[in-house]
Every structure is written in structure tokens, then in C-alpha cells.
């Protein structure tokens, strides 16, 4: 950690809690073996959400706050906020975590606003270093080599972390050769995405603002709710079928993501819903 990255720290009581948010024990060490397992772990137990933003509810970058949300409330979140709770209980279990900004390239190679996206840097006991990310959505299952610039192969694909020429240090990570997101390895501090936290929670330019998602890794692939539609992805075929009841939508939240809610997302219509940028 940064000497001057400020943090509370996780109790041993919340550690534990934490660790059973994501059906995972603690580990003897902090090597990569277990970071490898306390990964996969929150893929598949903590959502890629964004229903704050449509229930008005306030996102607050404070990392106390955010562990409460992902263990106390038993909710998700999108990058800032996962990657942030992960980072808090991967420091609490004895690994060094550097918040690192990058900024998400589009099917046109054009990169997003600066603290577009978040992800970790981790360190563990024996020195390897590892990009870590439970805030992408749908990407790596595990953590990726940060070092490695050779092919690594992941059960989401192959990916590949290069050097981005005329960019000093810039590290492209390519998923199945589809460039993924733009990293800048130098360390953060989660400030410094106040604005692209903001942004993206409040312009009609955000794929955020633009319609409801909530998604989780499942152990044969993918279930999401996007507006009022269920998808699921199993062995590589998706399909799909309309909630058509609040009952209905509220029982596909509760029953396959563990989320209770009182009042539903209000999704934004129709023609902003079809401009998202990325599907569920």
C-alpha cells in the first residue's frame, strides 16, 4: 500500500464476515493459490451491479462504506466499489494492493474518460505481482500474471497484457484479442476516482445511467438481469425471457443474486436502454 493510501483496515470480526459473504476461509498465506480461490470466490457470490444508480441511492467511495454494502447488505456494486471492498479484505489477509486507474477501449479503440475503470494491483507473499479485477463484469476468472506479456489462459478466454507503444508504462490487457481496457500502472488512491465515479453515475453518456444490469459468474457460466429481462449463459448458449411481473423481478433478485429489495430499479426508456454500450 501507498504510504500515503489511508486506511482503516477490516476488524478480524468483519474479515470474517466477509469471508463468509464469499464462501471462502481464510487463508495460511497470502500467496497467489489463494488469492486465485478468493477471486473466483467473488465472482461468484458478488454481483456487477448498478442498482444504486436507479434506486437514487448514493454511492459513497469510502471503503468502510463499501464493505458494508458488499457484506452488511449483501449487494454489489460496479468497479470502484467491489474493487475497493476486495482490496480492503485482500490487505486485512496480508497482501499489498494498489488501487490503479485505466480507462475502458471501446470496439473502435478509443479510450474511455480518465478513472474510467478500477483495478488492483496485488502483491503477494513471495513477490508475484497480479492484476486483480472483480469489478469488470464479465472477464478473467482469475487473477492475470501483471508481468506476464505472453498468452494467459483464463476459463473466460485468452488474454494478453501488452505495452502500449508511445505510451511509457500503459498496459492494454486484451481478452481473446479484443483490447479490454487501458491500464496505468502507477498507484492511486480512491479520491482520485471521485470524478470518474461520478460520472459515471449521473451523465446520459454512461453505459451506467443508460439501463439496470445485474450479473454474476455462475459455475457454468452467467446469469444476469438486464431492465426486466433474465439471461442466462450456460456452456456458451444464452438464452433469455421477460420478468413480466414485479413479483417476478423481485424473486429473480432475491433467489439468484441475494438481493432483497424493497422497491424496484426505475429503468430509464427504451431508446436510452438500446444505445447501452454493453450488453448484459
Known amino acids: 500500500m501507498n504510504d500515503h493510501e489511508k486506511s482503516e483496515g477490516?476488524?478480524?470480526?468483519?474479515?470474517?464476515r466477509y469471508?463468509?459473504?464469499?464462501?471462502?476461509?481464510?487463508?495460511?498465506?497470502?500467496?497467489?493459490?489463494?488469492?486465485?480461490?478468493?477471486?473466483?470466490?467473488?465472482?461468484l457470490?458478488?454481483?456487477?451491479?448498478?442498482?444504486?444508480?436507479?434506486?437514487?441511492?448514493d454511492i459513497v467511495l469510502d471503503e468502510k462504506a463499501l464493505v458494508d454494502k458488499v457484506v452488511g447488505a449483501r449487494r454489489g456494486g460496479f468497479c470502484y466499489e467491489l474493487n475497493t471492498a476486495f482490496a480492503a479484505l485482500l490487505?486485512?489477509?496480508?497482501?499489498?494492493?494498489?488501487?490503479?486507474?485505466?480507462?475502458?477501449?471501446?470496439?473502435?479503440?478509443?479510450v474511455g474518460i480518465p478513472y474510467d475503470h478500477m483495478a488492483l494491483l496485488v502483491e503477494d507473499a513471495d513477490g508475484g505481482r497480479w492484476l486483480a479485477d472483480v469489478g469488470f463484469g464479465d472477464h478473467?476468472?482469475?487473477?492475470?500474471?501483471?508481468?506476464?506479456?505472453?498468452?494467459?489462459a483464463d476459463p473466460s478466454g485468452t488474454f494478453v497484457i501488452r505495452e502500449v507503444p508511445g505510451r511509457a508504462g500503459d498496459l492494454d490487457v486484451v481478452r481473446n484479442g479484443k483490447p479490454q481496457y487501458r491500464l496505468e500502472?502507477?498507484?492511486?488512491?480512491?479520491?482520485?476516482?471521485?470524478?470518474?465515479?461520478?460520472?459515471?453515475?449521473?451523465s446520459p453518456e454512461s453505459h451506467f445511467t443508460r439501463g439496470v444490469i445485474c450479473s454474476l459468474l455462475t459455475e457454468g457460466g452467467r446469469v444476469s438481469i438486464g431492465g426486466r429481462k433474465l439471461y442466462r449463459t450456460v456452456a456458451g448458449e444464452r438464452t433469455e425471457r421477460e420478468l413480466g411481473t414485479d413479483e417476478e423481478l423481485r424473486a429473480a433478485y432475491r433467489e439468484l443474486f441475494g438481493i432483497e429489495l424493497d422497491e424496484l430499479p426505475v429503468s430509464p426508456p427504451a431508446p436510452a436502454r438500446e444505445e447501452a454500450k454493453r450488453n448484459p
Open 140 to 152: 478473467s476468472h482469475h487473477p492475470l500474471a501483471l508481468d506476464e506479456r505472453g498468452e494467459q
Open 19 to 43: 469471508l463468509e459473504r464469499v464462501g471462502a476461509v481464510r487463508p495460511e498465506r497470502a500467496d497467489a493459490g489463494a488469492l486465485r480461490e478468493l477471486h473466483l470466490r467473488h465472482l
Open 10 to 16: 477490516l476488524t478480524d470480526a468483519s474479515v470474517e
Open 45 to 57: 457470490t458478488v454481483p456487477f451491479e448498478n442498482l444504486s444508480i436507479h434506486l437514487g441511492q
Open 185 to 202: 500502472p502507477r498507484p492511486r488512491v480512491l479520491a482520485d476516482f471521485a470524478a470518474g465515479a461520478w460520472y459515471h453515475r449521473t
Open 91 to 110: 490487505r486485512a489477509l496480508g497482501y499489498r494492493v494498489e488501487l490503479l486507474q485505466a480507462r475502458v477501449l471501446g470496439p473502435d479503440g478509443r
